[in-house]
């Protein structure tokens, strides 16, 4: 296979988070095709790479003629199915119907938390965002990493979901970095999980690339022209 994933910015694009870190901490191998938003790349190539005129998007061989998996939760079946050998879902099948829905249900919902708290990781705004349905949200993710923790991964050494790491970690990935970016108050095991995702191999390089960039996106600056933080940067 010739695998290509097509990302935005590491610093801002959580849904391009998500198969990344899949990919990279199974160690399969791929060619990342970052189209930065607003950009000319962005503008010009990204009808070329995605049918559904968004990001994150994987194909295997290249537009017109290879196979392209958009969706984030698409892209995680479509690499389950091509490499077998590797658990992208937890062996077990109760644990893997467990960690579909719980794929699933982020996949679907959590729109306050979404839309209050955007990924952001160069940021730091302690304390802002929170609002009850935000507050509710965030309760419901702790429940569902208790229970995953409490039935699955707990049982194991791993510090992860479901043992070992899994899709259901990299879907979660950058909801733990919005926990970094806004520190909300959080349960000890649910600060516990955050550190082991923050550490895992894949996330960390996500992390150290994402700082790295200095491109400044309005839409998913809420706080920083308040705060008068934003960077000055030039214009591409």
Not at 96 to 106: D, F, G, Q, Y
Not at 175 to 192: G, H, K, N, Q
Not at 197 to 214: D, M, S
Request: proline share 7%; glycine share 4%; hydrophobic share 45%.
């Amino acid at each position: 296979m010739s695998l290509k994933l097509v990302i935005a910015n590491k610093n801002y694009s959580s849904w391009s988070m998500r198969p990344w870190v899949l990919l990279t901490e199974f160690g399969i191998a791929f060619d990342e095709v970052m189209l930065k938003f607003h950009s000319a790349e962005w503008d010009q190539e990204l009808p070329l790479w995605s049918p559904s005129k968004l990001v994150p998007v994987l194909w295997n061989g290249a537009p017109p003629h290879g196979q392209s998996t958009w969706e984030s939760t698409a892209i995680f079946e479509a690499i389950a199915e091509a490499f077998p050998q590797h658990a992208i879902w937890p062996r077990d099948a109760t644990a893997r119907n467990h960690a579909r829905c719980a794929v699933a249900e982020m996949h679907a919902g959590f729109r306050a938390l979404r839309t209050a708290m955007p990924m952001n990781i160069r940021a730091h705004y302690a304390g802002l965002g929170m609002t009850p349905d935000v507050a509710q949200n965030i309760a419901r993710v702790e429940t569902i990493w208790r229970e995953a923790r409490t039935h699955f991964g707990g049982k194991t050494s791993s510090p992860f979901l479901y043992g070992e790491f899994s899709a259901a970690d990299a879907m979660f990935a950058p909801v733990v970095m919005r926990f970094r970016t806004y520190r909300p108050s959080l349960a000890a095991d649910t600060l516990a999980y955050c550190e082991a995702v923050k550490a895992a191999p894949g996330v960390a390089k996500w992390i150290k690339e994402a700082l790295l960039e200095t491109e400044f996106v309005a839409d998913d600056e809420p706080y920083a022209s308040a705060l008068g933080d934003a960077p000055k940067i030039s214009k591409p």
